[in-house]
């Protein structure tokens, strides 16, 4: 969808029965104009019928951590062992929480499922989540945990040097609390999952649903693991390299051995894997299309958050019907737009801005 139509969908939502004059007035175009968008949101199957009834929606449902992040930035080169003056900010974050902010933030209809504690960082993501447009209906608040927390120390260069996470609170998200739940999963264009749940929620979600496609974030090593025997289920996985090595048990040397480490998931059952090589790109291989795609020039002020991003960029792609080339560059926008802000998520993350990066990365 082009931007104007875009706009127009957002008013129509607020309001099913909105003049088209009204439409015209608050965005500074002609009722005419405005009813050519209309026709093509309708010959485009996004408004059906008279009185502009939508149609339903095609929704993502991501599972997973919640955190209230604290980053530490030192002014200058990081001494370690010593007091380093800088900066400490706080941010909603958490892996499956930040992945569900960017894609609303995309323009992709979002809920989340997660926990929260009753207290002020609880509080604080809830307020932020439903701001950003995230359906959180699905989460829990408990009166007993702490909301989840993420402490993480950046180096000079702006890269994480240390960090520690208190996610207690998510193995409150059992397998009876996920099973409430059933239905609306049942109805979702996909569904995103982070490794941060318990094994036994991820056992019950991957095979209880491999009928929808499920987006799976390994996390880290350590938590990759618990996705190994579930791998058949796994229609898109997103690992770094460390993590595919350690599933897979294969060690590459070059980017030659790329194809063979991809094809080893694919004959596990995995249907698209992106692999994540830091500053060198991503190589993507979904079942035969094969590619490794350099990484866009940009400057890093935060690298928290850049994978969430990625995965994002890459479920809005699959939304949208996008090729599985024209996700990854998406995603790779996302991502850059990430890195481009201190804080997890950019408040200036949309399809437009992620677009005209794209678009300033190829001249």
Request: aromatic share 4%; proline share 3%.
């Amino acid at each position: 969808m082009t931007e104007r139509e875009l706009e127009i969908l957002a008013l129509l939502k607020q309001d099913p029965l909105i003049p088209q004059q009204n439409i015209a007035d608050q965005l500074g175009i002609s009722r005419s104009a405005v009813a050519g968008h209309i026709m093509n949101l309708t010959h485009k199957g996004v408004i059906k019928g008279k009185g502009y009834i939508l149609a339903e929606s095609r929704y993502a449902i991501v599972i997973g951590g919640a955190n209230m992040d604290i980053l530490g930035r030192p002014l200058h080169s990081l001494q370690v062992g010593d007091s380093n003056p800088g900066s400490v900010s706080c941010s909603p974050g958490g892996v499956g929480r930040n992945i569900a902010e960017n894609l609303a933030r995309l323009g992709s209809d979002t809920h989340l499922i997660s926990a929260l504690g009753k207290d002020t960082y609880g509080q604080m993501i809830m307020t932020q989540c439903q701001q950003a447009g995230i359906d959180m209906k699905g989460c829990i608040q408990l009166d007993e945990f702490a909301t989840s927390t993420y402490l993480s120390v950046l180096d000079g260069d702006s890269d994480m040097h240390v960090a520690i996470n208190d996610m207690a609170i998510l193995d409150r998200l059992s397998v009876a609390v996920l099973k409430t739940h059933e239905e609306v999963l049942r109805r979702a264009e996909l569904i995103i999952v982070d490794a941060n749940l318990s094994a036994e929620s991820l056992e019950y979600l991957l095979s209880n649903f491999s009928d929808r496609p499920i987006f799976v974030d390994t996390v880290s090593c350590a938590k990759a693991k618990k996705i190994k025997p579930f791998l058949s289920s796994v229609h898109t996985l997103k690992p770094n390299l460390k993590e595919a090595e350690q599933l897979s048990g294969i060690t590459i040397d070059s980017h030659e051995q790329l194809p063979e480490l991809a094809n080893w998931f694919h004959s596990q059952g995995v249907k698209r894997i992106f692999l994540s090589l830091g500053g060198d790109g991503v190589f993507y291989s979904d079942e035969g299309e094969q590619a490794l795609v350099p990484a866009m020039t940009v400057s890093m002020v935060n690298a928290n958050g850049a994978g969430d991003a990625f995965l994002a960029g890459l479920a809005h792609g699959w939304i949208q019907q996008w090729t599985t080339k024209e996700s990854t560059q998406f995603a790779m926008g996302a991502a850059v737009v990430a890195l481009s802000h201190l804080a997890t998520i950019n408040p200036n993350m949309s399809e437009i801005t992620v677009k005209r990066v794209i678009k300033e990365s190829l001249c």
